[in-house]
């Protein structure tokens, strides 16, 4: 079973940047189209940013500017880059499908707090 592993997360200041990877254990990720979620404190997991298969690039407003969603086949790897972070930027980022098909993975904590 493929298993999605995030890492990367941290503390960070307010206006300060991080980038956020996800591994996936075999070669599938060239096979679909990946996103970002984040489940904020209080909140249910929400969709962040989007790469389809074709190279597009989708982001919700609130992120639009700042992040920056980018794979590598070979590596079987998903990145953010987040940038100009805020607050509102905190909580547990995971990567999985379009449409989440996969099985979520422990996910990656991210707190910008000054």
């Known amino acids: 079973q493929v298993r999605l592993v995030e890492s990367g997360g941290g503390l ?10 996800c591994a996936a254990s075999g070669s599938i990720l060239s096979a679909y189209g990946m ?8 909140k249910q997991r929400e969709w962040v940013a989007t ?3 074709g190279g597009t690039t989708n982001y919700r407003d609130s992120v639009k500017g700042r992040f ?9 790897t998903v990145y ?3 940038n100009s972070m805020k607050s509102e930027d905190t909580g547990v980022y995971y990567c999985n499908t379009q449409g989440a098909l996969l099985p979520w993975g422990q996910g990656t904590q991210v707190t910008v707090s000054s």
């Open 51 to 53: 790469l389809t298969r």
């Open 68 to 76: 920056t969603i980018s794979r590598d086949n070979a590596k079987n």
């Open 35 to 42: 996103s970002w979620y984040c489940q904020s404190p209080g």
């Open 80 to 82: 953010l880059q987040m």
């Open 12 to 21: 960070v200041q307010p206006g300060g940047s991080l980038r956020v990877s």
